[in-house]
């Protein structure tokens, strides 16, 4: 069983150490975030990941994981170091790879024996070789040998720890295909199948993936967009299109969009990568553009449905960017919100765990304990993040609530004919509005 130390512990690090402890490897999770650490030591999870609490518990209590903010301790012995730090959108639009160089630089300074290093953040093309010369540079010549091998993540929000152990696929990428072999025996316990391709190829196959369910995505909102407009069904549209094999069902729910920390961030740096190459990226540009779109088409909908926002208040239902996760980054929720208050109306909100955060985000959020005090005097009700909780919702209960009778349902999930029938102004995002 191998040493590995994992750098960062967000979604993706502290999701990566856990597994690979629960696959018998030994792991030293590192962060420079004190607070995160100082939790994680005390079993307390830094993010809400559902399942992730109960396999740390069971690896750090078989002494196979645990966290640190020493790198010296981290790397001691280390096989493998991973770097799973964050690489936020810069103001150009471009990774912001500071803290890529930062844990290369410290690694470099640290090492005394030789080791792979493993890129598993999603950075631009070219940073495995561009980690390399950091590393080089740092140490004169003097540095014990090593080597650097692309292993982009494909793990989702919210499934993150089935996700990873039970991945489609294990992309490699590496100049040293004795060392890309050597992480593939990591992995060996999943199954999985493992491509190993060279560096460069493996980090463009990490943008490309999220550009393509990206565009997926926009496509189908542009489809819901010509729906409402021609009376056609958005929901029964992408029914009958999954059935065909080549196409298939998933990533074809239309409503407000695509957020997160990672699709908007990718799809920007890949097009600011090709841009910088001389190359036009009009349908990732295109892609983009639909996507903050849907947002803006959602607060018209409401607002032309009550004659104008200013003094009205909106209850609003879900924060976090997609359900089973507390995570705000980029979330549709939140630039709705922004928009709607911008505009002069209340906001009254509700998410299962993303409440504190957003708050933090937009102070003037004002937070209610559960859907039906969200829907408590609101002129309309929105659906912005479709967590289980509000999909079988008591609409009598909510009706008598509110003060007026609108309805925007942004994820599609609930029954328009339904909740018509008694008696709210229902509108979906692509579907037939009822009574009209
Ligand atoms: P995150 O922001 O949740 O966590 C990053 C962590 O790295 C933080 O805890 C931070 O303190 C730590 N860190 C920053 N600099 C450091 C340093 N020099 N040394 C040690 N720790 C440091 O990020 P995330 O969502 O886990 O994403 C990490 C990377 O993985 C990104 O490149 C992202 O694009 C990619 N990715 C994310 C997901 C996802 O679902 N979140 C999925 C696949 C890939
Ligand atoms: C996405 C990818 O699915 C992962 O493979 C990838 O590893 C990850 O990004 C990353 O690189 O960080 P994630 O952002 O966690 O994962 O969540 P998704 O389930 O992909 O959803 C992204 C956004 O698209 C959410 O806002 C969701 O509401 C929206 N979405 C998704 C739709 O609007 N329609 C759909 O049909 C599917």
Request: charged share 25%; hydrophobic share 40%; with cysteine.
């Amino acid at each position: 069983m191998a040493k590995i130390c994992v750098i960062g512990t967000g979604y993706v690090g502290l999701v990566t150490g856990t597994c690979f402890s629960d696959m018998g490897h030994r792991v030293t999770c590192l962060d420079i975030n004190e607070k995160r650490i100082e939790k994680l030591n005390n079993g307390i999870m830094p993010i809400y990941e559902p399942g992730l609490k109960q396999i740390v518990d069971q690896n750090v209590d078989a002494g196979r994981l645990n966290f640190t903010t020493s790198y010296q301790e981290a790397l001691k012995d280390a096989e493998f170091a991973f770097i799973a730090v964050g690489t936020p959108s810069s103001v150009d639009g471009d990774a912001d790879m500071q803290y890529v160089k930062m844990a290369a630089e410290t690694i470099a300074s640290h090492l005394d024996h030789p080791i792979i290093i493993v890129n598993k953040s999603t950075v631009p093309v070219g940073t495995g070789d561009w980690v390399s010369e950091i590393i080089k540079d740092m140490n004169g010549g003097t540095t014990p040998p090593f080597c650097v091998v692309s292993n982009p993540e494909f793990l989702r929000e919210g499934s993150a720890v089935n996700d990873f152990m039970e991945p489609d696929r294990v992309v490699l990428g590496s100049t040293n295909r004795e060392a890309a072999e050597k992480v593939a025996d990591l992995y060996e316990a999943l199954r999985a199948p493992i491509m190993i391709t060279d560096l460069r190829t493996a980090e463009m196959i990490k943008y490309a993936s999220n550009a393509f369910l990206a565009t997926r995505i926009s496509f189908i909102n542009e489809i819901a967009n010509i729906c409402e407009s021609l009376g056609a069904d958005v929901k029964e549209v992408a029914r009958g299109m999954g059935m065909d094999k080549r196409i298939g069902p998933s990533f074809l729910d239309a409503g407000l969009g695509w957020g997160g920390s990672c699709f908007p961030k990718d799809v920007k740096a890949l097009a600011h990568m090709a841009e910088t190459r001389g190359s036009h990226p009009q349908l990732l540009q295109a892609v983009m553009d639909i996507n903050q779109n849907q947002r803006k088409r959602a607060v018209q909908k409401v607002e032309k449905a009550l004659g104008g926002l200013k003094g009205k208040t909106i209850g609003l239902l879900g924060l976090s960017f997609k359900p089973n996760t507390d995570d705000t980054r980029d979330a549709p929720a939140l630039d709705i919100a922004r928009m709607l208050l911008e505009s002069g109306a209340v906001v009254q909100a509700f998410d299962p765990q993303a409440m504190e955060v957003s708050k933090k985000e937009i102070p003037q959020l004002q937070l209610r304990k559960n859907p039906y005090e969200t829907a408590e005097a609101v002129d309309a009700l929105i659906l912005a993040t479709e967590w289980n909780e509000f999909k079988s919702l008591d609409f009598e209960r909510i009706k008598a609530n509110m003060k007026g009778n609108v309805i925007l349902d942004g994820r599609n999930i609930w029954d328009g004919t339904e909740l018509y029938e008694m008696g709210f102004t229902y509108f979906g995002m692509g579907v037939p509005q009822p009574g009209e």
